[in-house]
C-alpha cells in the first residue's frame, strides 16, 4: 500500500478516495505569476547558498568549533529546511500553471513545517542559553557547555519537534474533507486544514493552545530568563568595552530571535483577525520565507569572526567560478 492509500484509509469520511487539494497561491493574476516565480525563485537560491555558507564556513573554520557556532549551523541547516518545504513546491506550480497537491504530499508538508519551526523554535532557546552561561559563567563555560550535553540539546530538540508534529498531523488525519478543497496559500498550513474540514476541529484547536503552551513556551521563556540575566549581568560590568563586547555577542542571535517571533506574532495577529483569504497568506512569507533569508546576512555581518570565515569562503568560491568558467571557455575554443 502507498502513502497515499495509508492516509486515505486511515481518514475517516474519506475510505475511497482522497480528497483533492488545491492551492490558489499568493494571486491568480497571470501578470504577477512570472514576477512571484522569480522573486521566490531568488529568494530561495540565496537562502541556500547563505545558510550552506554558513555551515561550511562553521564546519571549516577550526576557530568557530565552539558550542555558539555549533548550534548556528544546525539553525541554517533548519532554515534551508523550512525553505524547502514550501517554497520548490510553489515553483513548479506556478512553472506548471497547476494548483494541486496530493492529499499524502499536503499532509507531508503540514508535518516537515510543523518540524522544521519547532526545532527554530528550541534552537533559539538552546543559543539563548549558551549566550547566558557565555556571559553569566564564562569561567564554568567549556565545562558546562561540553560536547555530550550540545548533543543532548540538538536530539532533545529534533526528537520534541517530531513528536510535536507528530500529534497535529495525526489529529488532521481523524479529519473529513469536500472532495475539493481550496486552500488561500501557497501552502499547506494547518490553520488552513483546520479552517477547511467538514469535521469539529475543537480537539484540534485545543492542542494547538496545549503543545503551543508547553513545548513551544519553554524555550520562549528560557530566551526571556537567559536575556533578563544577560542584561543584568552587563549592567553589572564595570568595563564599557566589556559591555561593549558582551552586546556584541549577543547582537546577532538577539536579531534573529526578534526577527523569528516578531514574524510569529504577526501571523498570530492576522489568522484572528482576517478569514480565509489570499490576504492571509501573505504574511506567512514573512516567518516562512524572510528569517531564513536574513539569518545568514544578520550573523555574517554582526559577528566579526563569522565575517572573517565567510569572506575567505566567497573569495576563494569566487576564483574557482573564475576557474572553471575560464576552462570552459578555453575548452570550448
Same mark, same amino acid.
Given at each position: ?51 550552506? !555558507?554558513?555551515? &561550511?564556513?562553521? $564546519?571549516?573554520?577550526?576557530?568557530? %568549533? /565552539?558550542? *555558539?557556532?555549533?548550534? =548556528? @549551523?544546525?539553525? +541554517? ?78 536530539? !532533545?530538540?529534533? &526528537?520534541?519537534? $517530531?513528536?510535536?508534529?507528530?500529534? %497535529? /498531523?495525526? *489529529?488532521?488525519?481523524? =479529519? @473529513?474533507?469536500? +472532495? ?78 526578534? !526577527? ?11 489568522? /484572528? ?61
Amino acid at each position: 500500500m502507498g502513502l497515499n492509500g495509508f492516509i486515505s484509509s486511515l481518514a475517516p469520511g474519506n475510505l475511497t478516495e482522497a480528497p483533492i487539494f488545491l492551492l490558489l497561491g499568493l494571486t491568480d493574476d497571470p501578470d504577477l505569476q512570472p514576477v512571484l516565480f522569480w522573486l521566490f525563485l531568488t529568494m530561495y537560491i540565496v537562502t541556500i547558498l547563505g545558510n550552506l !555558507l554558513i555551515v &561550511l564556513a562553521v $564546519v571549516s573554520d577550526p576557530h568557530l %568549533h /565552539t558550542p *555558539m557556532y555549533f548550534f =548556528l @549551523s544546525h539553525l +541554517s541547516i533548519t532554515d534551508i529546511c523550512i525553505s524547502s518545504c514550501t517554497i520548490p513546491k510553489m515553483l513548479v506550480n506556478i512553472q506548471t500553471q497547476t494548483q494541486s497537491i496530493t492529499y499524502a504530499c499536503c499532509l507531508a508538508q503540514t508535518f516537515f513545517v510543523i518540524v522544521f519551526t519547532s526545532l527554530e523554535n528550541c534552537l533559539l532557546g538552546v543559543m539563548a542559553y549558551d549566550r547566558y552561561v557565555a556571559i553569566c559563567h564564562p569561567l564554568r563555560y567549556t565545562v558546562i557547555m561540553n560536547q555530550s550535553l550540545c548533543m543532548l540539546l540538538i536530539a !532533545l530538540s529534533l &526528537l520534541g519537534s $517530531v513528536a510535536v508534529s507528530l500529534i %497535529h /498531523t495525526l *489529529m488532521v488525519l481523524r =479529519l @473529513s474533507y469536500p +472532495s475539493k478543497v481550496l486552500i488561500s496559500h501557497f501552502f499547506c498550513e494547518l490553520a488552513q486544514l483546520l479552517k477547511l474540514t467538514c469535521s469539529d476541529t475543537f480537539i484540534n484547536t485545543l492542542m494547538i493552545y496545549l503543545v503551543a503552551a508547553t513545548f513551544a513556551g519553554i524555550p520562549f521563556s528560557g530566551i526571556i530568563f537567559s536575556y533578563t540575566q544577560i542584561f543584568s549581568s552587563v549592567l553589572r560590568m564595570p568595563s564599557a568595552q566589556g559591555k561593549q563586547k558582551a552586546f556584541s555577542t549577543c547582537g546577532s542571535h538577539l536579531s534573529v530571535v526578534l !526577527l523569528f517571533y516578531g514574524t510569529t506574532l504577526g501571523i498570530y495577529i492576522n489568522s /484572528t483577525v482576517v478569514e480565509t483569504s489570499r490576504i492571509s497568506s501573505i504574511p506567512s512569507v514573512m516567518y516562512l520565507v524572510v528569517p531564513q533569508l536574513m539569518n545568514p546576512f544578520i550573523y555574517s555581518l554582526r559577528n566579526k569572526d563569522m565575517k572573517g570565515a565567510v569572506r575567505g569562503h566567497i573569495g576563494r568560491i569566487s576564483k574557482l567560478v573564475m576557474y572553471i568558467a575560464f576552462s570552459i571557455k578555453q575548452f570550448s575554443e
